[in-house]
């Protein structure tokens, strides 16, 4: 049965729960002196929406012409602005977002969405923990290409993109719901359960179960936690300090301590964390 031909409200889809901001950079070389990437200035500006851009990027040369008012940059009229780092050339402009792609992973269309960027010279980073790639399935997309490309067409791409990526993601959302239920509803409930009860949890693991919870929390299918609260756990972990690669039997036991109270904190946190009724009524 469809989703949509059920009672109830629809499960929020908002693009501001897959959008996590993101921020414009500028660099600036000074002229007259030899090239060194500790003597470029940069300049950001931090945005909350795609429609943001423009906004922030009329801030950021506000900050520019201030900085120009003391200084020169190192510029060709045919080349542009000059760096010896090629990410800085041209119009040394950067448009970076991040986004929380937990559902076209779990339909499968991730690898091709991602491989697509490429075609109109972005890219993507994902997050590498302990080991375990594209943890949590929260990537960084940003420009390739500075050169060949003014900055009004950069930045008039990069939010069609960065729109374009958060609508495919809200119709993966709404495709699992209505399409795909049991296998959104087995990805969070093997999660909760192995948050409830695991005995070692390693920072790449706990992210991973982390973020099949925070697609259920922002949906309205979980009780006792918001997905803001898995967006404060996920980003605590990312800002703990990293142990050295194990070298020593001292070394794994400290690993296995720090694994131990991650599942301890998981254990005591999720112990009271349910489906929703919203939940009941489109996955039973």
Known sequence: MSMRH????????????????????????????????????????????????????????????????????????????????????????????????????????????????????????????????????????????????????LLTRAQRLFNDLAIQECNARRALVEDMPRIFEDSVARALAVLRSARLLSPGELLDLLSPVRLAASMGFLTGITRAETVKMMREQLAAPELPPAQSAEDDRRRDARDAKLADQANIRFAAVTFSSLAAEYFN
Not at 62 to 77: I, Q, V
Request: negative net charge; hydrophobic residues 40%.
């Open 6 to 153: 059920r009672p109830g409200t629809y499960p929020d889809l908002r693009l501001s729960e897959i959008v996590a901001g993101g921020t414009l950079f500028l660099w600036r070389n000074p002229a007259g002196k030899p090239f060194g990437e500790k003597d470029a200035w940069t300049l950001s500006v931090e945005w909350d929406m795609p429609d943001d851009i423009p906004a922030a990027y009329a801030q950021l040369q506000k900050d520019e012409a201030r900085l120009a008012a003391n200084h020169a940059f190192a510029w060709d009229s045919d080349f542009g602005y000059l760096s010896p780092l090629p990410a800085h050339c041209g119009t040394a402009l950067c448009a970076e977002g991040e986004f929380h792609l937990e559902a076209l992973n779990l339909i499968g269309d991730l690898p091709p969405v991602l491989n697509a960027f490429e075609a109109v010279r972005f890219n993507s980073s994902s997050i590498i923990e302990d080991g375990i790639r594209q943890a949590a399935h929260i990537f960084r997309v940003r420009n390739t290409a500075t050169l060949g490309l003014s900055e009004h067409d």
